[in-house]
């Protein structure tokens, strides 16, 4: 066994990278994505590489089947089992204090109706105590009605569950016997061992909802690698950035929500820690979306709850902004003023140059129109742009708005990298994050080709290309570890902690991070754990994860002191300020174990002193038609310098080099795009 392969399906390609370990080579390609079966497109993509199956040694992959059930809003049909008396809490859900003043906010709809929620006998109280023996006779009614209305799935959310699951684990026990594997049964306790009712049973209702859609798609996908020859474990990116098996996968489907967009952060981590650059700003443009995420301090921005869909979620999950913006966006007019995006062409019909059908103007078509697409080199020449098309479709809406058409293009280009500046300043400049003390790292199909435009907008200087950015999301998972993550309530003040039980705590859950290790197949020297605990302030609301180190005495009688001093360090670097000698309180412990994984050499594959061969014809930047240099990356040796404007094409991406802009080859073959942008722009 040889190979080494991962593969990102994504809304308009699946992308895949393989390493062959004899002759030691990274190869990378995409194939159009086949929405009608995933798990077809994958087999397309991989026959391209004529890879024998059995010789293939370790295969991941991102998945966004649960995603798409949950943006397409067809997942399962889902019916919540609660304590009686709280059976409104998912209906009523949380105010939105971030738009408490906007008139046209509107809370998303409910993923289950309150006529599917069914309330129980049985009740424990605060501290985890039971108060109310649990009435399995209405446990049994319920699975009656879950079988004669058709129900999918059954999300078990009862009060104080994360102190005492015992409840939650007998009604699970229950619905099994009585509705057997053709139901799915979640547990909240399980997906969710936290505190706030509503948040742990929105987590249980988005798992269920989503779980068998992932599970049918994991089934398939299985057993045509098996029949196929495949002998070793089929991965899954996990939203946290790390890896598990399809078995650990399918039991915990919610894991994979984000799946495909993470494996693009955690190469950002591996590309960060190659070239020295603690921080970098990750742009994954592809046919469909634009995914921004960051590294700080070479790790990926990872919180322990997040949204999708306007869903608060209790898991580890990278921080990823998603807006409707790719190649593939569609422009209109609305109101006599342009609009692009976030409705999509997608794989099909595609955008209109694809030739697949498509009649509406595109990012892409508008790429087209300026002369920023070499039409013959095109995913590397696999498919041929029909020039013709683009021009009509753009011509059609620029007639329409009374504009010509190459002004439309350009403006077409504009606002849709206007639209992902702001989608950038979501996760820096709103949460006090400089832009320009970070380098973007652009890639995506379509993320190189904007990526320099984007960058001045928001004041950053520098662009950074990876080798296959188009295949980028793929390779990162290639540079990604197993990893398991486990938390427990630990409620104390800093007058009140109890170091010993708090060590005690922390050695169950290494004990649970070991074991979950060990069944992901990674060996002693290759696993190691770490902790960290959820600190606040007294009287505050949410809190910061604060690292344990390995080396830290919990025992010890300066405990407190050391972890309200990171504290309050921590606290200052997030909001500028903290309150040393302030009381504390300690909340919740989180554990992860992680598995170190082999990973294939970074082999460039590059030389230095090869010759430029380049051709040179007209694009249009800024309305004007200028000489632009033409040049194929494989063409470019290490050490090349080359000044804007230029376009250097290869199989996976376009990459748009601007006026007043020069293009580098560093010594890992990456082109580094320096940008002359204005100090303070993201001031102005």
């Not at 086949?34 to 391209?48: M, Y």
């Not at 006998?121 to 006779?137: H, I, K, M, P």
């Not at 979620?313 to 409707?324: A, D, E, F, K, S």
């Not at 007639?399 to 077409?412: C, K």
Request: glycine share 10%; net charge negative.
């Amino acid at each position: 066994m040889t190979f080494r392969v991962a593969m990102d399906i994504g809304g308009t390609f699946t992308d895949v990278v393989t390493y062959d370990g004899t002759n030691r080579q990274v190869r990378a390609g995409k194939v159009l994505t086949t929405p009608d079966d995933l798990a077809r497109g994958v087999f397309e993509a991989l026959e391209g590489f004529q890879i024998p199956f059995d010789e293939i040694e370790f295969f991941v992959h991102g998945t966004t089947q649960g995603l798409n059930a949950l943006l397409e809003r067809r997942g399962a049909n889902v019916l919540i089992m609660t304590t009686r008396g709280i059976g409104d809490v998912y209906q009523i859900a949380r105010g939105n204090r971030a738009r408490l003043f906007d008139l046209h906010y509107r809370k998303p709809a409910p993923l289950v109706e309150r006529s599917a929620i069914a309330e129980v006998g049985g009740r424990f109280d605060a501290a985890g105590n039971e108060l109310e023996e649990l009435d399995e006779d209405a446990i049994r009614l319920v699975a009656k009605r879950v079988r004669a209305e058709g129900f999918d799935a059954v999300a078990v959310c009862f009060l104080f569950a994360y102190l005492d699951g015992e409840h939650e684990r007998r009604a699970g026990r229950i619905l099994r016997e009585e509705l057997g594997d053709e139901v799915l049964v979640v547990l909240s306790h399980e997906v969710a061992p936290e505190w706030r009712e509503y948040e742990r049973t929105s987590t249980a209702v988005m798992e269920a909802y989503t779980g068998p859609s992932v599970h049918r798609y994991l089934d398939k996908i299985e057993a045509r690698f098996t029949d196929k020859g495949l002998h070793v474990p089929v991965h899954v990116m996990q939203s946290s950035g790390g890896l598990v098996n399809a078995d650990f996968a399918r039991q915990h489907p919610l894991q994979t929500l984000l799946s495909g967009p993470v494996g693009g952060t955690m190469g950002g981590v591996a590309v960060s820690k190659l070239l020295d650059r603690p921080n970098v700003i990750c742009v994954d443009m592809g046919g469909t979306s634009f995914d921004v995420s960051l590294v700080m301090d070479h790790e990926a921005d990872v919180s322990q709850d997040g949204k999708a869909e306007g869903f608060p979620l209790l898991m580890p999950l990278v921080n990823l902004h998603t807006i409707g913006a790719g190649g593939g966006s569609l422009a209109y007019a609305e109101g006599n003023a342009l609009r692009v995006g976030p409705e999509s062409a997608g794989a099909v019909p595609g955008p209109a140059c694809y030739g697949r059908g498509g009649t509406r103007a595109t990012v892409t078509d508008a790429n087209c129109v300026l002369g920023r697409v070499d039409p013959n080199s095109f995913a590397g020449g696999g498919m041929s742009l029909d020039l013709d098309a683009a021009q009509r479709a753009v011509a059609g809406l620029a007639d329409e708005l009374g504009m010509d058409p190459v002004e439309l293009a350009s403006g077409i280009c504009d606002v849709g990298n206007a639209k992902m500046a702001q989608a950038i300043r979501t996760l820096t400049v709103e949460h006090g994050r400089e832009p320009g003390q970070f380098a973007l790292l652009a890639f995506g199909g379509a993320g190189p080709m904007h990526a320099a435009f984007i960058a001045r907008e928001i004041g950053v200087t520098e662009v950074v290309v990876p080798r296959f950015p188009g295949a980028f999301s793929a390779w990162g998972m290639l540079e990604s570890d197993v990893r398991r993550d486990f938390t427990m309530q630990f409620f104390a003040t800093n007058d009140s902690l109890d170091t010993r039980a708090l060590a005690t705590a922390l050695e169950t859950l290494r004990g649970q991070a070991v074991e979950a290790l060990t069944e992901q197949g990674i060996r002693d020297e290759n696993r190691f754990v770490t902790h960290g605990i959820d600190m606040r302030y007294e009287s505050q609301d949410y809190t910061l994860t604060v690292p344990i180190l390995d080396t830290d005495d919990v025992t010890g009688s300066d405990f407190v002191e050391v972890i309200q001093q990171r504290f309050a360090e921590a606290h200052h670097k997030r909001y500028g300020h903290s309150t040393p000698g302030a009381p504390v309180q300690f909340v919740t412990i989180r554990t992860t174990g992680h598995g170190r994984v082999d990973r294939a050499p970074t082999e460039t594959g590059a030389t230095a002193g090869e010759a430029l061969e380049s051709t040179v014809r007209e694009v249009v930047f800024d309305g004007r038609a200028l000489p632009t240099t033409i040049v194929a990356r494989s063409a470019l040796p290490v050490g090349a310098r080359l000044a804007g404007p230029a376009i250097v094409h290869e199989e996976t991406a376009t990459t748009v080099v601007p006026p007043d802009a020069e293009l580098r080859v560093d010594d890992n073959a990456f082109l580094i795009i320096d940008l002359d942008a204005q100090p303070g722009t993201e001031d102005a």
